[in-house]
């Protein structure tokens, strides 16, 4: 188990942190080597950090697959997307995967400037209403020529690298999205 130390007060997490004792701690600017080619870059959070809320102290990995990136943001905040654009990381990344921030706001413009992802696979459902995607930010994303896959109406989504491409495949739709290399 890789994690990150952050404090919370989930009693899931103490439970897991018991049953699976061997666990990696992790902190920003840590890099697992996965495979030859495939790495993990830790980016957030950075050691002793302690947020307001939980949701911005989630790890947020960039898994590097050759020339390909796909960047996992959990369910931070618009606060902490300022905060990893403002230091001097890589942002970049064909894919982003991203939950929802408890206050409703995330995937900010900024942040998706600093990522420029080609596909972004979001967490979405009605309740609570928060935990929805809203209708602005999914039509902002497409106008910016970005492929949303939202999870309430695609599932599972399984992201498959090649040599030269990548492609995604809704799980209930049966929707491929396909990308060369950039």
């Not at 600017?29 to 302690?50: E, F, N």
């Not at 020339?67 to 931070?76: C, M, N």
């Not at 995967?97 to 995330?106: D, F, T």
Request: proline letters at 4%; zero cysteines; a positive charge.
């Amino acid at each position: 188990m890789i994690d990150n130390g952050a404090p919370d007060r989930s009693r899931v997490h103490r439970a897991l942190i018991v049953r699976l004792p061997q666990r990696r701690l992790v902190t920003q600017g840590d890099t697992l080597s996965i495979s030859g080619k495939v790495s993990a870059r830790i980016l957030h959070p950075p050691g002793g950090y302690k947020a307001k809320a939980a949701d911005d102290q989630a790890l947020v990995i960039q898994l590097v697959i050759g020339e390909k990136r796909v960047l996992f943001v959990s369910d931070i905040g618009v606060e902490t997307e300022q905060m990893l654009s403002a230091q001097p990381n890589d942002l970049r990344s064909d894919v982003l995967i991203k939950g929802q921030h408890y206050s409703g706001q995330s995937g900010s413009e900024k942040f998706l400037d600093a990522v420029q992802p080609r596909l972004i696979v979001a967490t979405s459902i009605d309740f609570p209403a928060r935990e929805r995607i809203p209708d602005a930010w999914a039509q902002m994303v497409r106008a910016r020529g970005i492929k949303l896959f939202r999870q309430d109406e695609t599932g599972a989504v399984k992201l498959e690298f090649f040599k030269s491409d990548w492609r995604a495949t809704a799980f209930l739709t049966h929707e491929i999205f396909r990308s060369s290399s950039r």
